[in-house]
């Protein structure tokens, strides 16, 4: 069983270690689906774009920058983004933005004090984007959870695009001055 770090496992996809990609996949598969399940909406299509996120992942090892961020941020940007093309594809209407905000986040690997951690982020996050007006924070769910673009946020809630974009940007102003850390957090690792 590998106990190495995740960009050990990484480096030994990047090489095609059969031992290594198997420890990969199953450190990340969990976080992974539950992320494309959360955006899809579907299990099928969520099975899909993890599968696809993995492949991705061993073609592009080689390119990975720990400089830029965690493996496990980097993965998931990936699956993120696959599966934001999945909806678009499909050309799905998208899900009330109150619903996406009581999926809740999926589970992971992480241990109890990440997992603390974690939860009071989340915490903090529903709290502030609940209390951004109606208008504002369904424009920044479309935005950030459906990757839409600011033009298709004008078409879907009938708004010229300066407002859409208004909004988008108030929100983000708001949940940064929210969210704020008072202080530095030493990293749980």
Request: no cysteine; net charge neutral; hydrophobic share 50%.
């Amino acid at each position: 069983m590998w106990a190495a770090s995740d960009e050990a496992l990484l480096a030994g996809l990047a090489t095609g270690d059969a031992d290594a990609i198997a420890a990969f996949v199953r450190r990340f598969q969990r976080r992974v689906f539950g992320l494309a399940l959360v955006i899809v909406g579907d299990q099928g299509a969520a099975e899909d774009v993890a599968q696809e996120a993995f492949a991705r992942a061993w073609r592009h090892a080689a390119a990975y920058d720990a400089r830029r961020g965690p493996v496990a941020a980097w993965l998931l940007a990936i699956t993120r983004n696959l599966a934001i093309d999945a909806i678009r594809l499909r050309r799905a209407e998208p899900k009330d933005p109150d619903d996406i905000l009581a999926l809740g986040i999926p589970e992971t690997e992480a241990g109890p004090d990440e997992r603390a951690i974690v939860g009071e982020d989340v915490a903090r996050l529903r709290r502030a984007i609940s209390t951004l007006p109606e208008d504002q924070r369904r424009a920044l769910i479309l935005a950030a959870y459906y990757g839409r673009t600011a033009r298709e946020i004008s078409e879907s809630e009938h708004v010229p695009l300066g407002t859409a974009k208004t909004r988008i940007r108030a929100a983000m102003m708001k949940l940064r001055s929210a969210l704020e850390v008072l202080g530095d957090r030493s990293d749980p690792r």
